[in-house]
């Protein structure tokens, strides 16, 4: 654990100490091996860990840690599931991790108005589980099981992005604790306004640099009468990957289009123990009528087998179709298991569609002579993909490989019009990319506003802006 730590830890001044610990009613640790975790959480990046991690219970509790905080100039870092990949819960300056795990009241559920109000640190699997009863369901699914307030605050998408949007499209407001302690609400729960500066979409996405989110309120959707989900194997990784713009270009209302290579499908066979064949796939899955969804199914199974697809192998039950998508899931443990003792060097980015073969193909033809396993998969109907780089940690060689490979791609896509990234975020691993991206005028416009919302720079530094 020592070697992967990059900031030594410091003790605060224990009266500071003694009055954090009075605001949370005495929920705080300085634990080293805490201390690491929230430093580092589940990214490939080196832990900073914090000097001290508070456990608020209220909106209230935070702010007045926040307040104490801006008093005595101490950075704070929000800290969720820990399930972000770029080192968004870093602390790279030391300070505050503000841990809001136990924010995880759901505060009122509003079936009429098919809307849900929740604190920041409800899991989605928790929501879901709760208010499956109503018929409604929060479809935003990221492959961790994250907290809805790390999921706002890194504006997480998923598999069911390409039918039912980010988080972008399904936060509806926010209550936020801003960095001098004050509480806002961005938004009433209408489902459109006009009316001033959308603060709501200021903060989502926002990683903890503007304020802190406490509350969430979010859409819910309907459950649908019919589900049906689907494997297709290709020939090829480029068979597949034009089968599915093919399908989003006929406008195919599919719910999910998810790309797996050749070596993932192996991954996920051993890991599920499953019988897929070895070859690149395509995962789908059809919401609707029953008649709907057979229709969709079919003009799909045409244009599949157009581009040298299998039959579909159908997964109609729920015990089918949660099989099938956890295996989808646990890609990352899977691809890891390949290779035992080894970790993932992971990195995403989003192409327009029309873009997407070329991105794919760039990105394995780039890591063809890799000495270590490299894996394609993606959420294909929105033009996002990820490249896995499954290392040796221990190996600075292949460390550094997997580092320029990431960012090659990441370049690459800036220079198909797209961004660096579709849902990791950017944390600090992917702010070299950010004035490439945006232009010197566009970044200028975001410090100004980072500087009059937070002009001591304490919340989440060095996160998104390049040379914070």
């Not at 136990?102 to 009122?108: F, V």
């Not at 997480?156 to 509480?183: K, Q």
């Not at 009468?225 to 990784?237: G, H, L, M, R, T």
């Not at 894996?375 to 290392?391: E, K, P, Q, R, T």
Request: aromatic share 8%.
């Amino acid at each position: 654990m020592d070697s992967d730590i990059a900031r030594e830890i410091t003790s605060l001044p224990a009266p500071i100490v003694k009055e954090l610990a009075s605001l949370v009613g005495g929920r705080i640790s300085v634990a080293p091996s805490d201390l690491y975790v929230r430093g580092k959480g589940e990214c490939y990046h080196p832990s900073f860990p914090p000097d001290i991690i508070c456990f608020p219970e209220t909106t209230e509790e935070v702010s007045a840690v926040v307040k104490l905080a801006r008093r005595e100039s101490i950075p704070v870092v929000p800290f969720g599931a820990g399930t972000s990949l770029e080192g968004h819960t870093a602390a790279l300056r030391g300070g505050i991790c503000i841990d809001l795990s136990r924010m995880e009241q759901i505060i009122e559920v509003r079936p009429e108005d098919m809307d849900v109000m929740v604190e920041a640190g409800v899991r989605r699997k928790q929501l879901n589980s709760y208010i499956r009863d109503t018929g409604l369901f929060f479809p935003v699914d990221p492959g961790a099981d994250a907290t809805i307030g790390g999921m706002a605050a890194t504006r997480a998408s998923g598999t069911n992005a390409v039918r039912y949007g980010t988080m972008r499209e399904n936060v509806l407001a926010l209550t936020v604790v801003l960095p001098d302690g004050s509480i806002i609400k961005t938004a009433n729960r209408a489902r459109k306004s006009s009316a001033g500066y959308d603060l709501t979409r200021l903060f989502v996405g926002s990683e903890g640099t503007l304020g802190i989110i406490t509350e969430v309120t979010l859409k819910l959707h309907g459950m649908p009468e019919a589900i049906i989900s689907a494997v297709c194997s290709f020939p090829d990784a480029a068979a597949a990957v034009s089968t599915a713009i093919e399908v989003i270009q006929s406008g195919i209302q599919v719910a999910r289009v998810e790309f797996v290579d050749q070596v993932g499908m192996e991954a996920v066979n051993r890991f599920a123990g499953l019988d897929y064949p070895v070859e690149p796939a395509l995962f789908f899955e059809f919401h609707g009528s029953w008649g709907g969804v057979e229709e969709q199914a079919n003009r799909v199974g045409e244009i599949a087998t157009a581009n040298g697809g299998s039959a579909f192998a159908w997964a109609s039950s729920p015990e089918e179709r949660s099989k099938l998508w956890q295996a989808r899931h646990d890609f990352h443990y899977a691809i890891m298991a390949l290779r035992p003792g080894a970790k993932i060097w992971g990195t995403d980015v989003c192409v327009p569609i029309s873009k997407l073969a070329d991105c794919i193909e760039f990105a394995r033809a780039d890591a063809a002579g890799a000495p270590f396993p490299v894996s394609a998969l993606g959420h294909v109907g929105d033009g996002n993909f990820h490249m896995s780089y499954v290392i040796d940690p221990d190996n600075p060689a292949e460390r550094g490989q997997a580092e320029e490979l990431a960012s090659r791609l990441g370049f690459h896509a800036l220079s198909l019009g797209g961004t660096c990234t579709g849902e990791h975020g950017v944390g600090y691993g992917k702010t070299k990319f950010m004035m490439a991206e945006y232009g010197a005028p566009a970044i200028a416009l975001m410090r100004l506003i980072k500087s009059s919302i937070d002009p001591d720079g304490l919340f989440n530094p060095g996160k998104i802006l390049p040379g914070e």
